[in-house]
T-cell receptor
Framework: GAVVSQHPSWVICKSGTSVKIECRSLDFQATTMFWYRQFPKQSLMLMATSNEGSKATYEQGVEKDKFLINHASLTLSTLTVTSAHPEDSSFYIC???????????FGPGTRLLVL | QKEVEQDPGPLSVPEGAIVSLNCTYSNSAFQYFMWYRQYSRKGPELLMYTYSSGNKEDGRFTAQVDKSSKYISLFIRDSQPSDSATYLCAMSVSTTGGGNKLTFGTGTQLKVEL
């Protein structure tokens, strides 16, 4: 099945620093990847769609200058949380569709804690 | 009104019980319907997906879609303690990029007790 990895699995940082999260598709190529955010006891909320070779598409209310997305290759997308603040603390999960089917694989998530 | 509504639970059942998890939706454009299982502090794991009204069975799991009522269900037979997790329904419409972005329900927390 589809395998998607994320790195790091968790990170603690000081307020004001930037954090980069990587999402990789391990056994397939993904021209599109999705970034979600999940707060405790809440559902996954789509933040943005990462497109290889073009700009990311952000959902309404998501600041593109704060959450920088770079789809560097067909197997790698990165999400950089710039100038992180405590309210950015959350569980960030990426997904990569495979074979055109809905869903595909989700990464294991990255837990971010901003102090 | 949210596009996808799901009872957050928590739902507690004894081992061996039949579990029914449900979602309703408002967007008629949704084409694919999925159920995910998410263990604590882990990414979601796809359990089942379907794109037509009716039932789809896979082992102890049955997914049911009623497009006319905009209602989907997941049934778990002979529930086990290992089924204890949060179950998320998700729905999608096609995107021009070839992938499908998902709209999730809030998830139902299930606990199966011995």
């Amino acid at each position: 099945g589809a395998v998607v990895s994320q790195h790091p699995s968790w990170v603690i940082c000081k307020s004001g620093t930037s954090v980069k999260i990587e999402c990789r598709s391990l056994d397939f190529q993904a021209t599109t990847m999705f970034w979600y955010r999940q707060f405790p006891k809440q559902s996954l909320m789509l933040m943005a769609t990462s497109n290889e070779g073009s700009k990311a598409t952000y959902e309404q209310g998501v600041e593109k200058d704060k959450f920088l997305i770079n789809h560097a290759s067909l197997t790698l997308s990165t999400l950089t949380v710039t100038s992180a603040h405590p309210e950015d603390s959350s569980f960030y999960i990426c997904s990569a569709p495979k074979g055109g089917l809905a869903g595909g694989g989700f990464g294991p998530g990255t837990r971010l804690l901003v102090l | 009104q949210k596009e996808v509504e799901q009872d957050p639970g928590p739902l507690s059942v004894p081992e061996g019980a039949i579990v029914s998890l449900n979602c309703t939706y408002s967007n008629s454009a949704f084409q694919y319907f999925m159920w995910y299982r998410q263990y604590s502090r882990k990414g979601p794991e796809l359990l089942m997906y379907t794109y037509s009204s009716g039932n789809k069975e896979d082992g102890r799991f049955t997914a049911q879609v009623d497009k006319s009522s905009k209602y989907i269900s997941l049934f778990i037979r002979d529930s086990q303690p290992s089924d204890s997790a949060t179950y998320l329904c998700a729905m999608s419409v096609s995107t021009t990029g070839g992938g499908n972005k998902l709209t999730f329900g809030t998830g139902t927390q299930l606990k199966v007790e011995l």
